[in-house]
């Protein structure tokens, strides 16, 4: 009986590990959901370098963008042509739609910043934050 009680245990301790993997560590997967005017979650944590899949639904009633800026720039109090520059990957969803499409993460850690490209919607408060982490 002690013996199954330290088996248990054991594995008790591997699926807290597992999950606390699960919940904080980086992922090659971006699961979000996009409304009227929020992204769901709002930050995303991927391995640099790696090919990411983006999974966006677009539950909103007006099209959205899951834009993502080069490292170091950001749209500033709102999106303009002049941002157009500075963008390192993008999707666009039609309301009531989901795309999957896939990107490469960028090689360089650090954070960069998301918003949605289209006229108002970032003051309106769609944005979020993409981290990239070094790989091992
Ligand atoms: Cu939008």
Redesign the pocket.
């Known amino acids: 009986m002690k013996k199954y009680l330290g088996l248990f245990v054991v594995l008790l301790g591997l699926s807290m590990v597992l999950s606390a993997c699960g919940a904080g560590g980086p992922t090659t997967t971006i699961n979000v959901t ?1 409304t009227d ?1 929020h992204f769901e979650p709002m930050e995303f944590t991927v391995p640099a370098g790696q090919t990411i899949t983006v999974t966006a639904a677009n539950n909103g009633a007006v099209e ?2 899951f834009v993502i800026f080069n490292l170091g720039t950001d749209a500033g109090e709102k999106f303009g042509d002049e941002d157009e520059g500075n963008i390192y990957w993008e999707v666009e969803v039609q309301p009531g739609q989901s795309a999957t499409e896939t990107f490469t993460a960028p090689t360089e850690p650090g954070e960069y910043y998301v918003t ?1 490209g ?1 006229e108002g ?1 970032l003051e309106a408060g ?1 944005n979020g934050k993409l981290t990239v982490v070094a790989g091992e």
Request: proline share 0%.
């Open positions: 996009m005017f959205h963008e949605c289209i919607h769609m």
